[in-house]
């Protein structure tokens, strides 16, 4: 059974700063890409970051360029999220994903087939 878990949201001020973490199990952490992605209400679920399995390869969105950053930790089956800077704007559940193919999709939602449950990530203006 895979699972994927994510952490670390919570209520910040706007300029503030927030590490979300996913934590993997049920699958061969090492061999995937990992995503991040977001949905505010009334709002399509967005691509926020995503990167390959030896972290050769790392995509943002473009409007997210400078602010946040990904890293992983294969030893510890775990993808993160350092969100600085935030913005009202920010405010969404930012999801993790795992996707078994290659850099080419890294930003395509609709080649991750394993999906964490979201957490709430809140900036206060």
């Known amino acids: 059974q895979v699972q994927l878990v994510e952490s670390g949201g919570g209520l910040v001020q706007a300029g503030g700063s927030l590490r979300l973490s996913c934590a993997a199990s049920?699958?061969?952490?090492?061999?995937?890409?990992m995503g991040w992605f977001r949905q505010a209400p009334g709002k399509e679920r967005e691509f926020v970051a995503g990167?390959?399995?030896?972290?050769?390869?790392?995509a943002y969105s473009d409007s997210l360029t400078g602010r946040f950053t990904t890293s992983r930790d294969n030893a510890k089956n775990t993808v993160y999220l350092q969100m600085n800077s935030l913005k009202a704007e920010d405010t969404a559940v930012y999801y993790c994903?795992?996707?078994?193919?290659?850099?080419?999709?890294?930003?395509?939602?609709?080649?991750?087939?394993?999906w964490g449950q979201g957490t709430q990530v809140t900036v206060s203006s």
């Open positions: 049920g699958l061969t952490f090492r061999t995937y890409i």
């Open positions: 994903a795992a996707n078994p193919n290659g850099y080419d999709t890294i930003k395509n939602t609709a080649y991750y087939n394993n």
């Open positions: 990167i390959t399995s030896r972290s050769t390869y790392i």
